[in-house]
């Protein structure tokens, strides 16, 4: 019995689906434990260090977070050039 390609990726969309699931359940129980000295450190710590740690998590947040934004819009735009026949393989 032969499988279509299109089948093939169908199992790997639910596949891949059924990973990314698994890996977030695995990872819930990191997200509630909290350091106990990074909150006893914050809890005491002056509007100052408050307004650091607050600029510091947006300092790691945001460069990451706008690369995935960048680097999905370029895999959506060489999508739609591969499918429309806009790429010939030689554009390297």
């Not at 706008?66 to 959506?76: A, K, P």
């Amino acid at each position: 019995m032969t499988t279509s390609g299109g089948e093939n990726g169908w199992k790997a969309l639910r596949f891949g689906s059924m990973l990314a699931v698994l890996l977030l359940l695995t990872a819930l129980p990191a997200f509630s434990q909290s350091c106990a000295l990074c909150y006893t450190q914050a809890a005491l710590a002056g509007a100052k260090m408050i307004q650091a740690l607050k600029s510091g998590i947006l300092i790691l947040v945001v460069p990451p977070t706008l690369g995935s934004v960048g680097v999905i819009f370029v895999m959506h735009r060489k999508r739609n050039q591969v499918r429309h026949g806009k790429y010939n393989g030689h554009d390297w």
